[in-house]
């Protein structure tokens, strides 16, 4: 007796618990739930950190690192999941696997993080661009990756890695900073002086040879069909952003550099009424910190900083979560999703994802913490 009165119990336990996880157990959601257990149309946890999404053919495909329980190390490699409501999101499988082969740049064990995937209308081709660092060297590599597919959710094909724009100078950068001969070695890091020298370009001279550092980052298409790569490089001191070549497999030599020593991490890129918006992170490893908000009147800049945008309670640390994506809404004008992770760095696969409008208020991005939040925020 005692025994079936325990079952009992149990049995109307479990669904609760099942519902305080994650919002909505296993039935179709109508909302977001920053910061909660997000589950897959499955019923399984959505594994894509870092991610970004590509809307095509009617489609949201949102593609990220696929993390274990122990390690940040890519073991597996970038899921794919799909939509086209925003809140159910169907597992489509590995989009990129990671490779067996000892001397791959992807072999297993190595770092993938942040992947985005556009798509090139003149060759048909979805492009996929990442972070990428080797195994067993930690975060020295600054690589990025490149790999295609002929169909959005993948296979996608390892096509190269490397440092960005061997041989070119930022355009931005003064014919005398070009020229100077100062190098790392010649100074102490974090003094005043090193850091004047790193604005003149000290870290952009000492890679240009082989190309320049590449590390957080995220993808944006212009409406002129043009795409730029957005990164963080220079020592993790100085975002970058790259022009791509016509079949975005590589870069046309042209790029500039966005504040120079301010220490940005994780760019997100959108464009509204014809203005660029950039919101970034500090750099604080793992841990949450106060984004940051640049805005330009073109991509090659000026780039001018504005306020943390985030407003309200946690907003001095992102909510507890760091950018990776700033996702237009299909067919909702001026419908902008802040995308974020709210890493577990202890338990990689438990990091959460943190989505919030992005209200304009007096001409600039504001983001406040929503505990739950639909679509209908932003009107039809
Ligand atoms: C912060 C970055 O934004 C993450 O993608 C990751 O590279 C961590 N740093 C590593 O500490």
């Not at 890519?74 to 086209?84: F, I, R």
Request: proline residues 5%.
């Amino acid at each position: 007796m005692k025994l079936r009165i325990f079952f009992c119990l149990l049995a109307l336990l479990i669904p609760a618990c099942h519902l305080s996880a994650q919002g909505l157990a296993g039935s179709a959601r109508d909302r977001f739930y920053p910061g909660q257990l997000w589950f897959d149309t499955a019923g399984r946890l959505i594994n894509a950190h870092g991610g970004g999404i590509l809307y095509y053919d009617s489609t949201y495909y949102w593609f990220g690192e696929y993390k274990g329980e122990r390690t940040n190390s890519a073991e597996v490699g970038v899921t794919c999941y799909s939509s086209t409501d925003l809140y159910n999101w169907t597992d489509r499988g590995i989009a990129l696997a990671v490779s067996d082969e000892a001397d791959s740049p992807i072999v297993r064990g190595c770092i993938i993080e942040r992947p985005k995937v556009i798509h090139n209308a003149r060759t048909g081709k979805f492009v996929m661009y990442f972070h990428l660092e080797l195994k067993g060297k930690g975060y020295a590599a600054a690589n990025v990756g490149v790999a295609v597919s002929d169909r959005p959710e993948g296979p996608y094909r390892f096509v190269k890695n490397g440092c960005v724009n061997p041989g070119q100078w930022p355009a931005d950068l003064a014919e005398a900073d070009r020229a100077a001969t100062a190098v790392p070695e010649d100074y102490e890091w974090w003094t005043p002086a090193w850091r004047d020298e790193v604005a003149r370009g000290l870290f952009v001279r000492r890679d240009r040879a082989g190309g320049q550092m590449s590390r957080d980052m995220t993808l944006f298409v212009d409406d002129d069909g043009k795409a730029y790569h957005i990164y963080a490089s220079e020592e993790n001191l100085t975002l970058q952003i790259a022009e791509l070549t016509d079949d975005y497999l590589d870069y046309t030599g042209r790029y500039v550099r966005v504040d120079p020593t301010g220490q940005n991490e994780a760019p997100a890129l959108f464009k509204k009424d014809g203005r660029y918006y950039l919101i970034t992170s500090g750099c604080t490893g793992w841990a949450p910190n106060a984004a940051r908000l640049f805005t330009a009147e073109s991509i090659r800049g000026p780039w001018q900083r504005h306020a943390n945008p985030c407003q309200g309670d946690g907003a001095d640390r992102t909510f507890q979560s760091q950018g990776t994506y700033v996702l237009p809404v299909a067919g909702r004008k001026d419908a902008f999703v802040f995308m974020a992770d709210s890493w577990r760095p202890d338990n990689p696969i438990d990091g959460r994802y943190v989505w919030l409008p992005v209200r304009f208020e007096n001409g600039l991005p504001v983001l406040r913490w929503e505990k739950e939040w639909s679509l209908d925020v932003f009107g039809r």
